[in-house]
């Protein structure tokens, strides 16, 4: 049971320059999460997906694009990568069951735009 | 809109300290609130959670958390800290009913031995 997986760990592009971070889980879970971290500013949402096929703009979600594949996949794409999308990236899911609200996340992409 | 609120950005405590970390949060109806850890250069754990019931919860590690509902306030406490807690903490809270979560901005714990 690997939990959640993120591929690649580290990418360093160009401005300009397009990429997809892919992000898989396999424990079944309906939700999954986009997330981006930088210092002093916590965890911002990007995109989330609530359930297969569908998916919603979070706090940040300009510059980036997602793609629900399937239950276990969930892509992050960046058409045009800028310098102000240097972060880490953390992809999460979830299970919207009762009593199984909290996420788990994967350990991370971090990219950096020059 | 849901949001949260830390604001202690920065801590620094002996060994054996007592922390308390203040989490506020804005929204008016059923709430789900969560505190992860995130040691260096790791991603991000529960420590907590609260759902319902009993106000305050116990998680991993020692650390416990109250809801106050009338201050919409879930803070964060451990009686004796270890240097082995030096970790960036975030307060989370997904609305009921919802998938969105939101976090706060996170709060850098430093304890030196």
């Known amino acids: 049971n690997a939990g959640v997986t993120q591929t690649p760990k580290f990418q360093v592009l160009k401005t300009g320059q397009s990429m997809t971070l892919q992000c898989a889980q396999d424990?079944?879970?309906?939700?999954m999460y986009w997330y981006r971290q930088d210092p002093g500013m916590g965890l911002r949402l990007i995109y989330y997906?609530?359930?297969?096929?569908?998916?919603d703009k979070g706090e940040v979600p300009n510059g980036y694009n997602v793609s629900r594949l399937n239950k276990r996949e969930f892509s992050l794409r960046l058409e045009s990568a800028a310098p102000s999308q240097t972060s880490v990236y953390f992809c999460a899911s979830r299970n919207s069951g009762q009593g199984s609200y909290e996420q788990y996340f994967g350990p991370g992409t971090r990219l950096t735009v020059t | 809109a849901q949001s949260v609120s830390q604001h202690n950005h920065h801590v620094i405590l002996s060994e054996a300290a007592s922390l308390e970390l203040g989490c506020n949060y804005s929204y008016g109806g059923t709430v789900n609130l969560f505190w992860y850890v995130q040691y260096p250069g790791q991603h991000l754990q529960l420590l907590l959670k609260y759902f319902s019931g009993d106000p305050l919860v116990k998680g991993i590690k020692g650390f416990e958390a109250e809801f106050i509902k009338s201050k919409f306030s879930f803070n964060l406490r451990k009686p004796s800290v270890q240097w082995s807690d030096t970790a960036e903490y975030f307060c989370a809270l997904n609305s009921g009913g919802y998938q969105k979560v939101t976090f706060g901005t996170g709060t850098k714990l430093q304890v030196i031995p």
């Open positions: 997906s609530a359930s297969e096929g569908t998916t």
């Open positions: 424990m079944n879970h309906n939700s």
